[in-house]
Protein backbone atom coordinates (compact mmCIF):
# COMPACT_ATOMS: atom_id res chain seq x y z
CA UNK A 1 0.00 0.00 0.00
CA UNK A 2 1.32 3.57 -0.86
CA UNK A 3 2.08 5.98 1.68
CA UNK A 4 -0.75 8.84 1.87
CA UNK A 5 -0.11 12.41 2.56
CA UNK A 6 -3.10 14.40 4.81
CA UNK A 7 -3.15 17.79 4.20
CA UNK A 8 -5.42 20.34 6.90
CA UNK A 9 -5.42 24.19 5.87
CA UNK A 10 -6.86 26.09 8.41
CA UNK A 11 -8.15 29.38 8.25
CA UNK A 12 -8.29 31.10 11.84
CA UNK A 13 -11.56 32.44 13.29
CA UNK A 14 -11.49 36.05 13.72
CA UNK A 15 -11.58 35.83 17.55
CA UNK A 16 -9.11 33.50 18.04
CA UNK A 17 -5.94 34.11 20.51
CA UNK A 18 -3.46 36.34 18.65
CA UNK A 19 -0.78 33.32 19.48
CA UNK A 20 -3.54 30.41 18.22
CA UNK A 21 -0.74 29.48 15.32
CA UNK A 22 1.58 29.03 18.02
CA UNK A 23 -0.77 26.97 20.35
CA UNK A 24 -1.41 24.73 17.51
CA UNK A 25 2.29 24.48 16.74
CA UNK A 26 2.86 23.40 20.07
CA UNK A 27 0.16 21.25 20.56
CA UNK A 28 0.95 19.50 16.94
CA UNK A 29 4.63 18.66 18.45
CA UNK A 30 3.45 17.11 21.82
CA UNK A 31 0.29 15.33 20.55
CA UNK A 32 1.01 13.94 16.87
CA UNK A 33 4.68 12.92 16.50
CA UNK A 34 4.33 9.62 18.64
CA UNK A 35 1.05 8.16 17.17
CA UNK A 36 1.96 4.54 15.46
CA UNK A 37 1.91 5.20 11.62
CA UNK A 38 3.18 8.66 11.19
CA UNK A 39 5.85 9.32 9.24
CA UNK A 40 6.67 12.95 8.84
CA UNK A 41 4.57 16.13 9.77
CA UNK A 42 4.91 19.49 9.21
CA UNK A 43 2.90 22.85 10.13
CA UNK A 44 3.34 26.56 10.24
CA UNK A 45 1.87 29.62 8.27
CA UNK A 46 2.58 30.01 4.61
CA UNK A 47 6.15 31.23 3.39
CA UNK A 48 5.30 31.05 -0.16
CA UNK A 49 5.65 34.17 -2.57
CA UNK A 50 3.25 33.98 -4.37
CA UNK A 51 0.37 34.78 -2.13
CA UNK A 52 -2.79 32.46 -3.21
CA UNK A 53 -3.46 30.82 0.24
CA UNK A 54 -6.95 31.73 -0.53
CA UNK A 55 -7.50 33.22 3.57
CA UNK A 56 -5.74 30.22 5.21
CA UNK A 57 -3.77 30.91 7.92
CA UNK A 58 -1.99 27.95 8.90
CA UNK A 59 -1.28 24.65 7.02
CA UNK A 60 -0.72 20.73 8.59
CA UNK A 61 0.81 18.03 6.54
CA UNK A 62 1.59 14.52 8.31
CA UNK A 63 2.96 11.44 6.13
CA UNK A 64 1.33 8.51 6.84
CA UNK A 65 3.03 4.54 6.11
CA UNK A 66 -0.25 3.47 4.71
CA UNK A 67 -4.02 4.33 4.24
CA UNK A 68 -4.58 2.11 7.45
CA UNK A 69 -2.33 4.34 9.47
CA UNK A 70 -4.20 6.91 8.46
CA UNK A 71 -7.46 5.45 9.57
CA UNK A 72 -6.02 4.76 12.40
CA UNK A 73 -5.21 8.91 13.55
CA UNK A 74 -8.22 10.04 12.98
CA UNK A 75 -9.97 7.94 15.98
CA UNK A 76 -6.74 8.72 18.21
CA UNK A 77 -7.13 10.27 21.20
CA UNK A 78 -3.86 12.68 20.62
CA UNK A 79 -5.47 13.46 17.45
CA UNK A 80 -8.61 14.68 18.68
CA UNK A 81 -6.77 16.68 21.09
CA UNK A 82 -5.34 18.67 17.99
CA UNK A 83 -8.68 18.37 15.65
CA UNK A 84 -10.81 19.86 18.82
CA UNK A 85 -8.45 22.55 19.04
CA UNK A 86 -8.45 23.45 15.45
CA UNK A 87 -11.99 23.00 14.80
CA UNK A 88 -12.71 25.56 17.86
CA UNK A 89 -10.26 28.26 16.56
CA UNK A 90 -11.46 27.94 12.87
CA UNK A 91 -13.56 29.67 10.47
CA UNK A 92 -12.66 27.41 8.15
CA UNK A 93 -10.81 23.83 8.02
CA UNK A 94 -10.09 21.96 4.71
CA UNK A 95 -8.90 18.73 4.94
CA UNK A 96 -6.81 16.66 1.67
CA UNK A 97 -5.68 12.85 1.31
CA UNK A 98 -3.87 12.07 -1.16
CA UNK A 99 -1.87 8.61 -1.82
CA UNK A 100 1.68 9.19 -2.48
CA UNK A 101 4.06 8.86 -5.24
Known sequence: MPQVVHVVLVEWSADAAPD?????DALVERHLRAIPGVLSIDHGGS??????ESGFDWALVIRFADEQALADYLPHPEHQVVGSFLG?????????DVAAS
Open 20 to 24: VAEQA
Open 88 to 96: AGSARVTVF
Open 47 to 52: VSGEGL
